[in-house]
């Protein structure tokens, strides 16, 4: 079936530093979604995506949908101790119907 | 409004003993789905349901079943518990699209 790779698989960074995370298909997805789960707890969606090219922002965070409909990053910038987590892209794929396929996941660590 | 609501939170289980993990959702969505989450790993699609009485299987649905006799709630049964079912099992709906989830249940089995 179709697959995300997400890279990179685990981040660990200062406080204040801008994090960039990529999630690739070998397949178009028609809709991006990035999702944070934080531990103990469910994933929270972010940032959704439907259009090729789109670039949205929530707060510090940016992710784009790729031109080429099978990627999408994920950008957040002056990071914080509370962005501490777990990041999961996921996509609908082009011919699916409503099965979200997921990454395995960006474990961000923040040093302080 | 509660969103997607979950229960129990944590659970104990012994081989071949069988349980119902509850979900209920308040936001009218005719999407609902169930997964796993084994550690470290994301998360793996069980079974879904496009609307009340329809149910159809996701990547992972040996051991498990379902029924939705309701648009807000959507039950997973584990018939004869197995610990390879040890996991996080997390309960999402959705309109279309953006799928919003459950806390999440842990699940032991010993």
């Known amino acids: 079936g179709q697959q995300l790779n997400q890279s990179p698989q685990s981040m660990f960074i200062q406080e204040g530093e801008d994090v960039s995370m990529n999630c690739t298909s070998s397949?178009?997805?028609?809709?991006w979604l990035w999702y944070k789960q934080d531990p103990g707890e469910g994933p929270v969606l972010l940032i959704a995506?439907?259009?090729?090219?789109e670039l949205t922002s929530n707060g510090r965070l940016t992710a784009q949908f790729g031109i080429t409909r099978k990627d999408s990053f994920l950008n957040i910038s002056a990071s914080i101790p509370s962005d501490v987590g777990i990041y999961f892209c996921?996509?609908?794929?082009?011919?699916?119907?409503?099965?979200?396929?997921f990454g395995q996941g960006t474990r961000l660590t923040i040093n302080p | 409004n509660a969103g997607v609501t979950q229960t129990p939170k944590f659970r104990i289980l012994k081989i071949g003993q069988s349980m119902t993990l509850q979900c209920t959702q308040d936001?009218?969505?005719?999407?609902m789905y169930w997964y796993r989450q084994d550690p470290g790993m994301g998360l793996k699609l069980i079974y879904y349901?496009?609307?009340?009485?329809?149910?159809d299987k996701g990547e992972v649905p040996n051991g498990y079943n379902v029924s939705r006799s309701t648009t807000e709630d959507f039950p997973l049964r584990l018939e004869l518990a197995a610990p390879s079912q040890t996991s996080v099992y997390f309960c999402?709906?959705?309109?279309?699209?953006?799928?919003?989830f459950g806390p999440g249940t842990r699940l032991t089995v010993l």
């Open positions: 996921a996509g609908f794929p082009n011919q699916g119907a409503q099965k979200l396929v």
């Open positions: 999402a709906s959705s309109y279309w699209g953006e799928q919003f």
């Open positions: 995506l439907y259009k090729a090219g």
């Open positions: 349901s496009v609307g009340a009485g329809i149910t």
């Open positions: 397949s178009i997805f028609n809709t």
């Open positions: 936001m009218n969505h005719n999407y």
